[in-house]
């Protein structure tokens, strides 16, 4: 007998099983996905990113960002994602599939050396504080490990007394030159992307709490609210 | 009968049959230049990794280091250090082994060799571009499947034209019996272009939307590391161990069970739990994950049958000593990878340096390390030349075992503490992160033992291809003179 026939056939029947139990089938269920309309406000989400911020997120792929955040906040009782602050949901399920349709790609992130960034958008609206975060943590986070981004920013010499551009992320005042950091268009775009992300929204994955669901239809405001207040806008969980 | 075929009876010559007999010198002539290739090229490819992997590693003693250049990001040289290593040197190791293997069991010379060597100058192009378009931000985004498209489709088409030259050396095969290493090394050949080409299909040319990206990548990853590594490793260590040790493998059956199992089960993990799919996605994984346990135990039992009393007049065999180390990591990463599949470990290693610490024990600690020996072990034959320092040989194995292990260990260690202290939400998070910097920092030593090694691989392998080099020029001299000697 020639086993080679029967050894393909395996390997085909094995591969076959998995590729459709982790491609086909997932696919089936939620690969036709569709924005949802949020019952309290009438928005459609998620929402589609606006051209600055689509570029970003390409900023945010080419420099590799998603090895060391991720944007995936896991549920109430999975570590302590939701204690840290960075899930924005007033529901005990947070990230799910509906946040990311309209990702591309999707970058969940498999570690997080820096923290979560899925809400950033809405724990950090300061941008210029994002800005010089990029070009060096350690003038915002104090004992940072996240390395420093120069190569987003441009270092232009004023002369003296030329006032600085009002895009300057910051102005040096050296002894011997006067100089203005202006961010490139690259991380104008990714903060513009940074302030994208933020998945708040309750759908219907993710039940509110039973308490906050009783006085009547809790609209995404108050929210909105509690989640920036929960941490204080210039420290945000480094 | 083919239950107890052992593969030094397969290769034995001599034993009298109707069709004429192909010595195997004569087979390892056939493979001498597309093999030889692909080790070479291999081998520049994990020294290139090295060089890769400890630029990123510098970035956690200092994060200011070579900050200003875009290209020397960390979220740059990181994939391309893990690229370089899976495409650069696995595939190609895996390719040349198998072929080499294949050939050899089959009694067979290699079919049509500049297929081989076509795929090769493919597939190497493709890498190149890759690891370029990488460092110059082209990524795809998708962790192990970063190689831009102008990259993998060069590389599919390599693929193919070196999967179609095993595919026909395996088909005019001599010997019509199957040796067990022959079921995985086959089944490997079919597995990479189905989970490439969809892989690529899916997510680069025409991706689907939303996480299943995320889902599908994860199925990918998996496929790859676990069953494309599982399949070539483990079929040449069962191959290379009997042949070493002049031992049949402990039990026939026993492989053909770690082959069903390990394709069955090992294709359906590693959907990580509290991801944002279907929570029957991550159940699912979890089964086939633990499931997994039964190939990692039936590997360790007939290894260790094989191997068991063995004093070894062989004993300081180079080769069998990567091969045996390569095992022992087989099972140490596996049950590592049970272990942070259960839901309770899976909470803390979620996120952390375990993870990519068990990875790295898998490719490198596994993979890596079986083929070394499965290269020292055929070069010589190839070549007909002894290594000329079998000292160094033994220098490459101590650098690249230390250093997998002062790799791999810290960060184990340090996830799991980085996992507990991220679950304690009373711990800040910059201490947390902070907290893993002793281990991040210790695991350099690894990569700079490595380092060293691959440049003693790369210094053997070159060293040995001078000698044949010189050998071949003294001949083609030799026959020069004595042609003209006789024109004169």
Redesign the interface.
């Known amino acids: 007998m020639?086993?080679?026939p029967l050894?393909?056939l395996?390997?085909?029947f094995?591969?076959a099983?998995?590729?459709l139990?982790?491609?086909v089938m997932?696919?089936l269920?939620?690969?036709r996905?569709q924005q949802v309309e949020i019952k309290d406000t009438g928005e459609m989400y998620p929402a589609r990113r606006p051209g600055l911020a689509k570029q970003g997120e390409e900023v945010y792929?080419?420099?590799?960002?998603?090895?060391?955040h991720?944007q995936?906040v896991?549920?109430l009782g999975?570590?302590?994602d939701v204690?840290?602050g960075w899930g924005a949901r007033p529901s005990p399920v947070q990230?799910?599939?509906?946040?990311?349709?309209?990702?591309?790609?999707?970058?969940?992130?498999?570690?997080?050396?820096?923290?979560d960034l899925t809400n950033i958008g809405l724990r950090q609206t300061n941008e210029v504080w994002l800005l010089s975060h990029l070009y060096n943590?350690q003038l915002t986070?104090k004992?940072?490990?996240?390395?420093?981004?120069?190569?987003l920013f441009m270092k232009s010499k004023l002369a003296l007394g030329e006032k600085p551009s009002p895009n300057a992320v910051f102005v040096v005042n050296g002894p011997k030159e006067n100089y203005e950091i202006l961010p490139t268009d690259k991380a104008k775009a990714l903060v513009a992307y940074l302030g994208s992300l933020h998945s708040e929204a309750i759908v219907f994955e993710t039940p509110p709490f039973p308490s906050t669901n009783a006085p009547a239809a809790s609209t995404n405001a108050p929210v909105i609210a509690t989640a920036t207040n929960s941490v204080p806008t210039n420290s945000p969980?480094? | 009968m083919?239950a107890t075929i052992s593969p030094s009876q397969s290769i034995s010559t001599g034993s009298p049959q109707a069709v004429p007999e192909i010595s195997a010198a004569e087979i390892d002539a056939s493979c001498r230049a597309p093999v030889m290739l692909l080790f070479l090229s291999a081998a520049g490819w994990v020294l290139a990794s090295s060089f890769f992997g400890i630029i990123a590693s510098l970035?956690?003693h200092k994060?200011?280091?070579l900050?200003?250049?875009?290209w020397l990001?960390?979220?740059?040289v990181?994939?391309a250090a893990s690229n370089a290593l899976v495409y650069g040197f696995g595939l190609q190791a895996g390719l040349g082994v198998l072929l080499w293997l294949v050939a050899h069991l089959g009694r067979t010379k290699l079919a049509s060799a500049p297929l081989v060597i076509a795929g090769w100058l493919f597939w190497n192009v493709g890498v190149t571009l890759g690891i370029l378009g990488i460092i110059g931000?082209?990524?795809?985004?998708?962790?192990m499947l970063e190689l831009p498209r102008y990259a993998s489709v060069p590389m599919f088409f390599g693929y193919l034209g070196i999967g179609l030259a095993g595919m026909l050396t395996?088909?005019q095969r001599r010997e019509?019996e199957?040796y067990i290493s022959?079921?995985f090394l086959?089944?490997a050949l079919?597995?990479f272009p189905?989970?490439y080409s969809?892989a690529n299909l899916?997510?680069v040319a025409k991706?689907?939307?939303?996480?299943?990206?995320?889902?599908?990548d994860a199925?990918y990853a998996n496929?790859l590391t676990t069953v494309w590594f599982g399949l070539v490793g483990l079929g040449a260590a069962f191959y290379l161990i009997p042949k070493i040790t002049k031992r049949p493998l402990a039990s026939h059956y026993l492989g053909l069970f770690t082959?069903?199992t390990l394709?069955?089960f090992g294709?359906?993990s590693r959907?990580?739990?509290?991801?944002?799919?279907?929570a029957w996605?991550p159940a699912?994984s979890t089964f086939a994950a633990v499931l997994t346990l039964v190939p990692i135990l039936a590997v360790a039992v007939n290894v260790k049958q094989t191997l068991c009393g063995y004093s070894g007049s062989e004993g300081c065999n180079p080769a069998l000593k990567f091969i045996a180390f390569g095992m022992a990591a087989y099972v140490l990463s596996g049950l590592m990878s049970v272990g942070a599949s259960l839901g309770r470990v899976s909470?803390i290693t979620?996120?952390?340096?375990f993870?990519?610490a068990q990875m790295q024990l898998v490719i490198y600690g596994f993979f890596a390390m079986t083929m070394f020996g499965a290269i020292y072990y055929i070069v010589p034959k190839l070549t007909q030349r002894e290594f000329c320092k079998p000292k160094m040989v033994a220098a490459h194995f101590w650098l690249a075992m230390l250093g997998i292990v002062l790799y791999a260990a810290p960060l184990a260690i340090g996830g799991v503490k980085q996992g507990l202290a991220?679950?304690?939400?009373k711990t800040?998070?910059?201490d947390v992160?902070?907290g893993?910097?002793p281990f991040l920092r210790a695991s350099t030593t690894g990569d700079l033992l490595m380092a060293v090694g691959h440049l003693i691989f790369l210094m053997n392998l070159a060293g040995l291809l001078v000698k044949l080099g010189h050998a071949s020029y003294k001949t083609a001299m030799s026959l020069n003179t004595k042609a003209a000697g006789v024109a004169s």
């Open positions: 020639n086993p080679g050894v393909f395996a390997t085909f094995a591969l099983t998995s590729w139990g982790f491609v997932p696919q269920q939620i690969g996905q792929r080419a420099n590799g960002c998603y090895y060391c991720s995936q896991r549920p999975f570590g302590t204690a840290r990230s799910v599939a509906q946040d990311y349709l309209y990702d591309q790609p999707v970058m969940l992130g498999s570690q997080r050396v820096g923290p943590p986070s004992g940072s490990t996240m390395p420093p981004y120069p190569f969980a480094k | 083919s970035k956690f994060p200011v280091m900050a200003d250049y875009s990001t960390y979220g740059r990181h994939p931000g082209d990524s795809t985004g998708y962790e395996f088909h019509r199957l022959q079921w086959l089944a079919f597995w189905w989970i969809s899916l997510l991706p689907v939307r939303g996480v299943m990206q995320a889902v599908i199925w496929n082959f069903w394709i069955i294709s359906w959907v990580p739990a509290g991801a944002p799919v279907p996605l699912l909470k979620n996120f952390t340096w993870v990519p991220l679950n304690d939400a800040p998070f910059l992160v902070t893993t910097l």
